[in-house]
C-alpha cells in the first residue's frame, strides 16, 4: 500500500512562492514516478509537473515552466514542488501523485494513469 500526504498550501499575494512537499510510504516508493495535478474550482485535473524515479526527466506545464520546479529526495522520500512568482490563476487543490510502474523513464499527463493519490492541499493567491 502507497499512501501519500502532501502539505505545504496555504494563502500567498500574487508574486510570492510556497513549496509544497509530499511524504510517500512504501518499500519500493524511491522507484516511482511521481507528479503533482491540481484542480481549480470548476475545472479538471491537470498535471502541473512530473518527475521519474531517477529525477532525470521532468515535465511541466507551459503554463508554470520557469516559475516552478519539482524535485525529490530518495532517502526522505519526499518530492517537492517549488512555487515560485505565483499568480491568481494558479489558485487550486494541489495533489499529489504516484505511478507505480517501476523504473519507467515516462511521464503520463493523463490522471488516470497514476495509481494512488494525496489528499490534497489547498493554494490560494491572492491579487
Known amino acids: 500500500q502507497v499512501h501519500l500526504v502532501e502539505s505545504g498550501g496555504g494563502l500567498v499575494q500574487t508574486g510570492g512562492s510556497l513549496r509544497l512537499s509530499c511524504a510517500v510510504s512504501g518499500r519500493t516508493s524511491s522507484t516511482y514516478t511521481m507528479a503533482w495535478f491540481r484542480q481549480a474550482s470548476g475545472k479538471e485535473r491537470e498535471i502541473v509537473a512530473g518527475?521519474?524515479?531517477?529525477?532525470?526527466?521532468?515535465y511541466y506545464v507551459d503554463s508554470v515552466k520557469g516559475r516552478f520546479a519539482i524535485s525529490r529526495d530518495s532517502a526522505k522520500n519526499t518530492v517537492y514542488l517549488q512555487m515560485s512568482s505565483l499568480k491568481p490563476e494558479d489558485t487550486a487543490v494541489y495533489y499529489c501523485?504516484?505511478?507505480?510502474?517501476?523504473?519507467?523513464?515516462?511521464?503520463?499527463?493523463?490522471?488516470?494513469?497514476?495509481?494512488?493519490w494525496g489528499q490534497g492541499t489547498q493554494v490560494t493567491v491572492s491579487s
Open positions: 518527475i521519474t524515479w531517477s529525477g532525470g526527466r521532468t
Open positions: 501523485a504516484a505511478d507505480v510502474r517501476y523504473f519507467t523513464e515516462r511521464i503520463y499527463t493523463d490522471a488516470g494513469q497514476y495509481d494512488y
